[in-house]
């Protein structure tokens, strides 16, 4: 069965601080993509980033980074020097291409970045 | 600018009233798309896979009876609420696929329903 674990509920911090949600995914299938999508208070789903699982490379774009790593299952992503702006609920999905493009989300970790 | 829209983005009905909800890929052919069930709170859950022509796929525990999916065309999906009741308020989501696997997935913006 394939299965997304977030296992932080809610992280706070204060500005500028750098902050990693972390990601766990379980799946039986080889091929398989990963992403990470954040939702304002506004309820849209912004896309960040989809990865496939045959590249393991880190990615950074601008204050965001992301960790995979087949061996831990793991699709971790971190926001550095965070930004008021960057408060909102976070999603990392797994999909399994079986001729779907269905989404499995995780619970979600809910950020708070103060002043 | 959007490529997959919603309309309404917010309705609010009376128990008992069936209400549709629309997903449009607006520049381009989705042949698949997928509705999405988000309580407060809470994460987003799939509810069926909506294939131009052909029968919804729902998952397990979704009322096919209840919750009513059309894809008649290439550009349009539907979810009819039927006999809506307050538990079913919710945020519901739709994406859609231009067909290439495992990308290429673009969200609408989102239809609050609210029961009263």
């Known amino acids: 069965a394939q299965k997304v674990t977030q296992a932080q509920t809610e992280i706070s911090v204060v500005e500028k601080e750098d902050v990693t949600l972390d990601c766990v995914y379980e799946t039986r299938d080889t091929t398989y993509y990963l992403f990470w999508y954040k939702q304002p208070p506004s309820g849209e789903l912004v896309f960040l980033i989809r990865?496939?699982?045959?590249?393991?490379q880190n990615e950074i774009s601008g204050r965001y980074s992301w960790n995979f790593q087949k061996s831990t299952s793991s699709f971790n992503f971190t926001i550095t020097a965070s930004q008021v702006v960057d408060s909102a609920v976070y999603f990392c999905?797994?999909?399994?291409?079986?001729?779907?493009?269905?989404?499995?989300f995780g619970a979600g970790t809910r950020l708070a970045v103060h002043p | 600018g959007a490529v997959v829209s919603q309309h309404p983005s917010r309705v609010i009905c009376k128990s008992g009233t069936s209400v549709k909800i629309e997903c449009r890929s607006l520049d381009f052919q989705a042949t698949t798309m997928f509705w999405y069930r988000q309580f407060p709170k809470q994460s987003l859950m799939l509810m069926a896979t909506s294939n131009e022509g052909s029968k919804a796929t729902y998952e397990q525990g979704v009322e096919k009876d209840k919750f009513l999916i059309n894809h008649a065309s290439l550009t349009l999906s539907t979810l009819t609420v039927t006999s809506a009741h307050p538990e079913d308020s919710s945020f519901y989501i739709c994406?859609?696929?231009?067909?290439?696997?495992?990308?290429?997935?673009?969200f609408g913006e989102g239809s609050r329903l609210t029961v009263l």
């Open positions: 990865r496939n699982s045959f590249d393991e």
């Open positions: 994406s859609a696929s231009g067909g290439r696997a495992g990308g290429e997935l673009f």
């Open positions: 999905a797994l999909s399994a291409p079986r001729g779907y493009n269905k989404l499995i």
